[in-house]
């Protein structure tokens, strides 16, 4: 079954209108597209991928796609929120060695924050599944 849906550009993102049950496409244009902004009617089941949502662009005929470059952000962006824990937790550690007096073990620590900070450094390919696919083995 296709739902209709309507996209248009809103600054930065692309919004996408579900029309309420029994509304016509030309209603929900007329009350939720900005006057003199293109936009688009396709099928909800047509859009890309919600994983790269924030990579949408505004496309006419698609009703939106996915902007490659936009998308590996979206990717860097994943990992840096499970870098985050992984930060967070070696920072605990660090406080155990301190309180030990292990200097050897504070300098394994550094190293592996500082190979936690350049994971975004980590290549990636250039089509969406690659990209979604790629996950560093230290954020694993």
Do not use: C
Request: proline share 7%; charged share 30%.
């Amino acid at each position: 079954m296709s739902t209709p849906v309507i996209t248009y550009q809103e600054g930065d993102i692309v919004a996408v209108v579900y029309p309420s049950p029994g509304v016509s496409i030309e209603d929900a244009v007329a009350a939720s597209v900005p006057e003199g902004v293109p936009f688009s009617v396709v099928n909800a089941e047509d859009l890309p991928d919600r994983y790269f949502r924030d990579a949408w662009e505004f496309d006419g005929p698609a009703g939106a796609k996915v902007n490659v470059e936009k998308a590996k952000e979206v990717q860097r962006n994943h990992w840096r929120r499970i870098r985050a824990s992984k930060l967070e937790a070696l920072d605990l550690e660090v406080i155990k060695a301190v309180e030990r007096g292990d200097a050897k073990r504070r300098n394994a620590i550094a190293a592996e924050k500082q190979a936690l900070r350049d994971v975004t450094e980590h290549p990636l390919p250039d089509d969406l599944e690659g990209i979604k696919a790629t996950i560093p083995d230290i954020l694993t």
